[in-house]
């Protein structure tokens, strides 16, 4: 009873904006204000969200090229088991993201293009 009352309290402490995808405007407003902060961006809790979002990110795409083979579909990408990815090569293509865009597309799907881009099944 103890541990379902803790799963529960835990639940309701989660913060509503850790349940929503965060779109790429929002992570590129934290990666610039990191990157203003210099080495004093190592003491700050937004690289794990960043990190975070970024690992998320990448396990929904893996699941989704799964998921198509699984069902006999061509997957949107062809990406090597380990993929190699920097963050400035990452952020210059969220970057060059028109701004308008950028508002309403979440992390997820601005890697999936880019993978895509990067990618291409042939």
């Known amino acids: 009873m103890n541990r379902k009352f803790l799963l529960a309290a835990l639940a309701v402490m989660v913060p509503v904006g850790a349940l929503q995808a965060m779109t790429v405007a ?10 203003a902060r210099g080495m004093m961006a190592m003491f700050s809790s937004d690289i794990g969200l960043l990190k975070g979002e970024i690992t998320s ?22 990406a090597p088991e380990r993929v190699r ?28 293009f880019y993978m895509v881009r990067r990618f291409p099944c042939r």
Do not use: T
């Open 85 to 112: 990815m920097g963050s400035n090569e990452l952020l210059a293509f969220f970057r060059a993201i028109p701004p308008a865009q950028r508002q309403r597309l979440e992390v997820r799907d601005a890697m999936r």
């Open 26 to 35: 929002v992570f590129l407003e934290k990666a610039d204000a990191l990157q």
């Open 57 to 78: 990110a990448g396990a929904a795409l893996r699941a989704e090229v799964a998921a198509a083979r699984r069902a006999g579909r061509p997957p949107a990408f062809c």
